[in-house]
Structure formats: C-alpha cells, structure tokens
Nanobody
Framework: QVQLVESGGGLVQAGGSLRLSCAASGRTFRNYGMGWFRQAPGKEREFVAAITWSGGATYADSVKGRFTISRDNAKSTQYLQMNSLKPEDTAVYYC????????????????WGQGTQVTVSS
C-alpha cells in the first residue's frame, strides 16, 4: 500500500502561482510513477501531469508551459508548481501513484490522495 497526502492548495488570483506537494509513505517511492489529476465541479476527473522515477514528465495540453511537475525521491515527495493560474484551473487536485506513467496518463493509477482544493479567482 502507498499512502498519499496532498498539501498546498488554496485561493489565488488569476495570474498567480501555487505549489502543491504530495508526501508518500508505504512502499518504495521510487518504484512508482507519480502524477496529478484534477476535478472541477460538474466535470470528470482529468489528467494533469505525470513524472517517472527518473524525472521524465508528461503534461496535459491545457497546462503545458504553465505547470511543472517534479519529485524528490529522497523525501518521497512530488510537487506541482502552478504558474499563470486561470479561473478554469479551479478544481480539487489529486495526487496519484501508479506502476508507470502510462497507467497514469490513461487515468488508471493504483493509488489516490484525498485531494486539495485550488480556487483561482478572476
């Protein structure tokens, strides 16, 4: 089992920045691809970004150039730096872990965090 705990959400004005963190515990962190999803009110959960154990990243088109995913294997923590935030980025953001980034991109992670709210005001 892997336990995932997100932090860093909050309220920010459009154009601002936030950094989300996700602390993992349980099985060996570096064995897992890590990623982020989000779910806006009334919408389905969608893929945001994923990162391999060695740092290779994949992004949804909607966040490319604005969001950066990273991980610190020594701290068993992954991050999502979100810049140039837009009101349409408002959602609950979920940390995830999977056997590979392919499973994350496909929307099928093995583990989920509880989610953290990000609200971007216009």
């Amino acid at each position: 089992q892997v336990q995932l705990v997100e932090s860093g959400g909050g309220l920010v004005q459009a154009g601002g920045s936030l950094r989300l963190s996700c602390a993992a515990s349980g099985r060996t962190f570096r064995n897992y691809g890590m990623g982020w999803f989000r779910q806006a009110p009334g919408k389905e959960r969608e893929f945001v970004a994923a990162i391999t154990w060695s740092g290779g990243a994949t992004y949804a088109d909607s966040v490319k150039g604005r969001f950066t995913i990273s991980r610190d294997n020594a701290k068993s923590t992954q991050y999502l730096q979100m810049n140039s935030l837009k009101p349409e980025d408002t959602a609950v953001y979920y940390c995830s872990a999977g056997s590979s980034t392919s499973t994350l991109v496909a929307g099928n992670p093995d583990y989920w965090g509880q989610g953290t709210q990000v609200t971007v005001s216009s």
